[in-house]
Structures are given as C-alpha cells and as structure tokens.
C-alpha cells in the first residue's frame, strides 16, 4: 500500500526566501508522485508530477520537486517565495498500475512580506 | 484536461437529512472519485465509481451512508445520508487524465456541506 508522509503542516517563510516543502512517500512499486496547491477558497489544481522520465521535475510558478528514490523523497521546492505563493501544498501518490491517488495532510504555507 | 462541475457549491443542512451531490463531467471518463477533505485536513478518498457497476467503497465509507450512482461515463452523484455535523466538508469529485499515463486528478471547486 502507498502512503505520503509531509513533514510540517505549516511553513513560514519571508518574501523572496527559498521554499522547502518536505514530502517523503511509501510505495511498493515505482510511483508516480504529485504536488497539488490549493488557493484560498478555490479547487486543487497541479502544480507539478513525477513520471520517471526526469528526477528533477519543473512545475508552474517557479516550483520544482527532485525524485530522490534513495531517500524515498520528493521535496517541492521554490528559490525565491512570493506573496502569492501562500497556499496550501498536497504532496500525493499512485502507484503506476493502480488507480487510487493517495494525498498527504497538506502544508500550508505563509509568505511575509 | 476535464471541467468539472459540481452541484450544490455550497449548502447548510440540518442534522438528519440527506444531501444529494452531483458532479457533471465535460468528457467521458471511466472513473470517477469521490474524495472528502474535511476542515483542516487532507483528502480523504470515498470511493470510486465506475459507469455500469457498483461504486468501490474505501475503508470507513459504506454504501449507506455514501450511496452513489454513475448513471453514463459524464455524470455522478454522491448523497451524504443521514447527516451529523461530523459530515461538514468539502466534497469532491475528481477525474484522472487521460491523456498521460501518470493520470493525475483534476478537481472541480467541490460542494462544502455545512451540518447544524
């Protein structure tokens, strides 16, 4: 059974500061690995998917994740956050075969200006 | 991608009624997900409805209390039966791309339920 662990359900960082959004999963076989953000009062949309073409995957907005199988990770990452950037993040898994997409409790982050 | 429409956006309901919820789909799909995100927390997956059979129910979800039905391959609808402020959420239907084989979901703004 797959399974998305995201450490720290809230982050903080100030404006222009490096983004790290940790998200470590379980799965049994290769996984296809997501990052959602959900805005304030709107529905999830992707920000960016691992397909195991590349390791280090580029998404909208500025973010990128690296696959890193040895760690069992798959951190979303931002140089330079932005006021906009404040969101809640969804780390999620499914298994390439199954059909069930698993999400982890989410981290919400806060930009300051 | 797929638009998803669903219906009510929102509602208030009273403890003990029943609310049906219907999600409008504008292309065909096989499946359809049914996910719960409740205040402060994550998604929590239903259950998963396919077109001509009986939906899939997740661990903690029975049919009773979540009937569903999938009617063709563009419409489903989830009724939330028998309710208690415990079912205040969002509802969402979701369906994976099928254009990719990673499959990834794409989700309407869902319907929050408000129990008194």
């Known amino acids: 059974a797959q399974s998305v662990t995201q450490l720290g359900s809230h982050v903080s960082v100030s404006e222009g500061a490096l983004v790290l959004l940790r998200c470590n999963y379980s799965s049994s076989v290769p996984p296809y690995l997501f990052w959602y953000v959900q805005y304030p009062n709107q529905g999830l949309q992707l920000l960016l998917k691992y397909t195991s073409a590349a390791t280090l995957v580029k998404g909208i907005n500025g973010f990128e994740a690296e696959f890193k199988k040895s760690e069992t990770s798959f951190h979303l990452t931002k140089p330079s956050a932005h006021m906009s950037d404040a969101a809640e993040y969804f780390c999620a898994v499914r298994n390439t075969g199954g059909f069930k997409t698993i999400f982890g409790a989410g981290t919400r982050l806060f930009v300051k200006a | 991608s797929a638009v998803i429409s669903q219906k009510p956006s929102r509602d208030i309901c009273q403890r003990g009624t029943s609310l049906t919820i219907q999600c409008q789909v504008d292309?065909?799909?096989?499946?359809m997900f049914w996910y719960r995100q409740q205040p402060g927390q994550s998604l929590t997956l239903i259950a998963t409805a396919n077109q001509g059979s009986e939906a899939t129910y997740e661990s903690g979800f029975v049919i009773d209390k979540f009937p569903i039905s999938r009617p063709n391959l563009t419409f489903s609808t989830l009724t939330v039966s028998n309710m208690s402020p415990e079912d205040s959420s969002i509802y969402l239907c979701?369906?994976?791309?099928?254009?990719?084989?990673?499959?990834?979901?794409?989700f309407g703004e869902g319907s929050r339920l408000t129990v008194l």
């Open positions: 979701t369906v994976r791309s099928q254009a990719t084989n990673t499959g990834e979901l794409f």
């Open positions: 292309s065909q799909v096989t499946m």
